[in-house]
């Protein structure tokens, strides 16, 4: 069985609970695009781990974490990640595989990262600032260095002092400082040591895998909104995020994936620039945002937070072929009195979908709202559907209907248990 598990929205819906959960039975989790611009968090009784490279699943006993091609590495952040695995007691020999094709980020992609966004001005893109979309550029002009590059000490050297050279010019022209690359090349060769066991080849390990019909769960980086095709470009990330991406990425033949869960969060947030068509600005948002800890897991930024626009899921079910569906953070809209989803976009009076909008259309559309009675009952103890209070239960079932693809996991809290099956 090959599960994908899949972002819906804009990003931190809790995919990783989700892929933590799928993980308990799967003998490889992947993750095969994004970088560290993402995070994903797993609670583990008291314990909260949270991981930007390192897919989320590495908790699970027989479960070996894989980094497939198609992510981009910061070297010290995976260090980090490592280490703090390492310290948490997990044993990384055979648990941990890193491929060679990764392309890493690199002290100069950073820097023009932040440089571009300075000479944005008041028309920033709201990046991370961790130097994604610069280590893509390079990745897609043939001037990518990969951790191929990297175990071949001697080619790494000659080409990141190539490549230094020419953004150190580009810097200076927006009066940011140099790199050093004598330093810089110091500190990548003490991240080398740490991870150059783990470097090897992932494709014919995971087509043995499923040769062998063996388990694995691939786990998407970020929210289908933010595809670099399918989003309201530019404010996106810089990889593909659909499931499509699993064959670029990893090397799986998208005819051996079985089963695609899509992951809703009950609402709706977001880190960084664009339109969100339902956000809201006011105390309901305040209160969403400090119940729900919505800060991004990557920059610590408050989140933007709106109500769940089934437009947008929707058609993100549809390009994805979602086949379940996974709803998060229930538990954080107890309380409210009413709960406003989004179930369609007016332009002009007429009704437009979301495939035919631009970031222009989105910022000047109008929300279509099905109004939902709350409830006030605690819910994060219940592990049975029929005990959710009924406003819930309506709640819920709209959208397994409006989306007409059935709910497999709604988790009513953040520990890994806290959570009901159907």
């Known amino acids: 069985m090959t599960t994908v598990v899949i972002g819906t929205q804009w990003g931190d819906e809790g995919k990783g609970k989700i892929v933590d959960v799928y993980a308990a039975d799967a003998e490889y989790t992947v993750r095969f695009h994004g970088g560290n611009n993402a995070g994903h968090t797993v609670v583990i009784g008291d314990n909260k781990f949270s991981f930007h490279l390192v897919p989320s699943g590495i908790f699970q006993p027989k479960t070996t974490a894989v980094i497939a091609g198609g992510v981009i590495v910061d070297l010290e952040v995976l260090t980090d990640e490592m280490k703090l695995l390492q310290k948490a007691g997990v044993r990384l ?24 966004e300075n000479a944005r001005g008041k028309n920033k893109l709201g990046t991370t600032g961790r130097g994604i979309g610069p280590a893509y550029s390079d990745k897609v ?7 191929y590059e990297l175990m071949r000490w001697d080619l790494f050297v000659e080409k990141f002092t190539f490549q230094a050279k020419i953004k150190n010019k580009i810097l200076a022209t927006f009066d940011v400082p140099a790199i050093n690359i004598r330093k810089e090349l110091q500190k990548l060769k003490a991240f080398r040591t740490i991870i150059a066991p783990y470097v090897r080849d992932v494709y014919p390990i995971l087509i043995k895998a499923i040769q062998k019909k063996q388990s694995i769960v691939l786990e998407g980086a970020h929210g289908s909104m933010l595809d670099t095709d399918w989003s309201p470009y530019p404010f996106s990330t810089g990889s593909n995020t659909l499931v499509g991406a699993v064959n670029i990425g990893a090397g799986i033949p998208i005819k051996h ?29 305040d209160l969403i945002r400090e119940r729900g800890k919505e800060y991004g897991t990557t ?3 408050p989140r933007r937070i709106g109500w769940l626009d089934l437009e947008a899921v929707k058609f993100s079910c549809e390009i994805n072929s979602v086949t379940k569906i996974a709803i ?16 369609g976009y007016k332009l002009r009076g007429k009704s437009i979908s979301y495939s035919s909008c631009g970031y222009e259309e989105l910022a000047c559309l109008t929300p279509v709202y099905k109004t939902f009675h709350g409830w006030s009952e605690d819910i994060t103890n219940i592990r049975k559907f029929n005990q959710l209070p009924k406003d819930c239960q309506v709640y819920l079932r709209f959208i397994e209907k409006f989306l007409g693809i059935p709910l497999c996991i709604v988790s009513v809290g953040a520990e890994r248990s806290a959570n009901i099956y159907l």
Do not use: F, M, Q, W
């Open 299 to 301: 920059t610590g930024r």
């Open 328 to 343: 998060t953070k229930l538990d954080i809209l107890t309380g409210l009195k009413k709960i406003n989803v989004c179930i």
């Open 93 to 116: 020999t055979r648990k941990l595989i890193i491929s060679p094709r990764c392309h890493i980020i690199l002290p100069y992609h950073k820097a023009l990262d932040h440089a571009y």
């Open 141 to 147: 002009s043939y001037n990518g260095l990969r951790l």
């Open 257 to 285: 994936i079985d089963t695609v869960v899509g992951v809703v969060k009950a609402y709706l947030s977001r880190v960084g620039g664009g339109p969100v068509p339902t956000e809201l600005t006011d105390k309901t948002a």
